[in-house]
Each structure stands twice: as C-alpha cells, then as structure tokens.
C-alpha cells in the first residue's frame, strides 16, 4: 500500500467552501492518476495539521468521498482509495468546476416594464403594506396540513371567495367547486382543451384576437377557424357559416381583444344557441371585465348559460398583479368530476400562501375597494394618454374609445405598416404593440395598441408621447 504524499492547495478567497476544495481536489487527483485505487489518504489529524484546517472541515470531504466510493474507511487501518475504482478509472473525468454565480446585490432582477406595454395593471397600486399584513396573519393562522402539497383543484378558501364576488360582480351564479384555480390564462386554457378538446376538432377564433390564445389552441392540435368581429363583436353567423361543427369558442365578450367593443345581447343569445344545439363548448376570457367606465361592469356571458355551455375564464393578472400569476375557470356543472380528474393528472396546484392572501383580500373587503380605485384611476390615466396623443399629433391621430378595458387601439393616418413603425418604437425602448400582429385571416387592420394604466400624470403622458413622435420622426 503506497502512502500518498499529495500536495493540497487552497484559495481562501474563492466562494467554494474549503470542504468542497479539498474534496475536489481528491477526485481530480484520482482522475488524473495521481491517487492509485489501494493508495492510502493522510488520516484526518495530519492533514488538519498539514493545511492549518479545523479537523471537521476534513471530515466533511473526507465523508463525501467515502459516501460517493472514492475512499474506503478501514476503521483503525486507516483510509485508502477504493480498490474497486481500478477498473473504472479509465471512465472517471473530472468535469470542470464552473464557479458559482455571484448573488446579485440587487434582488430586483426583473426587466422594467417598458412605457405604454399592454396588459399590465397599474403597477403603483399594489397594496404592498396590507399584502404584507395579509401574508403574515396567513402565514400566522397556518396549519401543518397547509404546508403539504396543495389541492390540485385549488384552495377552498379561495375557491368560496371567488364563487360569491363572481356572484355580485360579474353575475355569475356558480358553486365553489365549480371553481378552479390555475397559474395564468394559459394554464386555464391548457386545462380547458385537455378535458374538452380533442386533435383535429375545430375551433372558433375571433379574428384579430389574442396571439396567446391562438398559439394555444393550436398546439394543442385544435383546427382553428377564423370568425371575423365588428361593432358588435364576433359575427356568430360566419362562424356557423364556415364550421357549424365546431367543438369550441373562444371569445371574449366584455371587451373584444384587442379591439374593445363589448358582444352585443343578440350575438350572445346566438353564440350560447349554436353551443346548445351542436354541444360545443364556449370559453369566455374575462382578462379585463371588471374595466368599465361610463357605466357598471355589464354582467359576463356565463351569466346567461342556462344550458351550462360555457367556461368561464378570470385572471388575478389585470385586477391585481400578474406576477401572482392566479387565475380561475368556472366549469360547466355538469362537468365538474371530469374536470377534477384531468385536474388530478395535469395540475401541480397552485402557491398555498398566494392563495390563503388572495382569499382574504377578497372576503375582508378589500378587493371590491381596490377595484372602485383602479377603475376611477384608469379611467383617468386613459385621459392623460388621449390627451397627450391628440395634443401632440392633432389630426393625424384616431382614437376609437371603448366602453373599458386598459389599452387604447390608436391609428396615425400617415403610417401604413404598424409593425415597422412597431419594431423602431420598441428599439426606442416602448412597450407598444402592432394591431395587425392579432389579425389571421380577415382582420387587415393597423394602429397602435397602447396601455395606458402605468400613466401616472399629464406630464408624463405628453412627455412619453413627444418622445414617440421624435423617435419615429424620420420614418
Ligand atoms: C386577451 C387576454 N386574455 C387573458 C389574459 C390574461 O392572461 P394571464 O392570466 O396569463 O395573465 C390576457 C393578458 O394580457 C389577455 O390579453
């Protein structure tokens, strides 16, 4: 048995700890054949001694090398390296330690929302102080139970809060068990056709409507048909026209994406006929219904389904925080056990702690106090963007104001490619978004879709409108 006499060095100033050298330092000699298996390793003392190192910071390595195998305790014979790794040497290489990412200082990696993006709420209006009072007192009253795996249904709590704030505010009669709680719009919509669609059956799609959606329905093998919309929103008679077969909707009523028109009562009255007489199913996206401003919020589709054919689709996204990435479907009742089991083999479930928060934003009141806020704001922050543009562009500019929502659909008069007049206002650091990327096949529109709820004031409204101008100046 051959002692070694192998020569360790350290570098106190890097970030891995000594341990972890020393035992790094071991593997890579046996790679590179400095250790031979039968070898006998210093005893714990002496090399302590020999690196000036406390005797456990050897322990710690020299127990990692003898729990992987590269070491063999003899007990009071000592430590050698394990004879067995003869066979195996030609086989061991070392692959090359990447030091550790250095922990930013800044926590706040996320990118900055870029000005007028779409989608966002007013992100100024987060009630961080009684978030962060809710958060604790859950976190306080929390069980043991609520620290195990969540329901893949979501949580109850949350569930009974939505079914009685969907009741008042969006007219919507449902159980809590009806309810249930996805990740996003996205994870409800992936929900949606794994239990109500199969490959190769058609879709209904409005046309322009949000890329998303699309995108979604059709990796998830749906046969898209393109449904053209107007003033009152999607023309239910092409759809039957083109595809009277089809097994699904997907719409949004309160407020067309992107265009903003509401879906007028004759056109609901005949989307949810055509659902009832060919058993297809409507999904209703609600993103933003909650946004209204000359009048209440109308009451949602879902609010007329006597023949239970529609899915209703809400989102925490708009109303509160995207980044609490909560959403909801309302289940047809007659589908809540079918649901429940695509459930139980698709869904992780989603975050307990966000869930018990949310819950009790809604039953202590505060949401519907939120909400009066937000919606009195935005009505007046989509002021300070129209302003801003009519001042700044005068007649070039048209602005078709819609009942809500939280994005304004602009066109300038003297542009005829939205996305190339798009592609300079994002290099000049603007969120917008060209309107012709949400036509398919009939909707051949162009303009500006701007949001306008992160426009805290008059002078930052002009301000950003006088630097679009300038930057698309020599267009
Ligand atoms: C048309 C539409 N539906 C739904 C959503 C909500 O998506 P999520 O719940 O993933 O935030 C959005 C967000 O922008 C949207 O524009």
Redesign the pocket.
Known sequence: MRKSDMHIELNSESQQPIYLQIYLRFREAISEGLLKPGDRVPSLRNLAEDLNLARGTIETAYGMLIGEGYFLSQGQAGTVIAPFLEEHLPTIRIVEQSTPYPYPRSRHLSSTPLPLS???PALDTFPRKLWAKLGSQVLRSATEADMGYPSQLGLMSLRYALASYLKVSRGISCKPEQIII???????LDLICRAFLNPGEKVWMEDP??P??LKLIQAAGGDVVYVPVDQEGIVVTRGVDNAPEAKMAVV?PSHQ??LGMTLSLERRLALLEWAANNHAWIVE?D??GEYRYASRPIPALKSLDSQDRVIF?G????VIS?SL???YIVVPESQVNHVETICRIFQNGCPWVTQATVAEFITQGHFSRHLKKTRSLYKLRRQFLVQALMEVYGEDVSIELQAGGMHLVVRLNKINDDKYLVRHLNEAGFGIRALSDWGSQYFEGQGLIMGFTNIHSTEYAKELILRMKKSTANL
Request: proline fraction near 7%; glycine fraction near 14%.
């Open positions: 779409l989608g966002l996805t990740d996003g719009y996205r994870g409800s409507g949000y998303a959606a949004t994406s992107p996206d993103y933003d689709c989102t925490m996204s708009k995207p990435r909560l959403a």
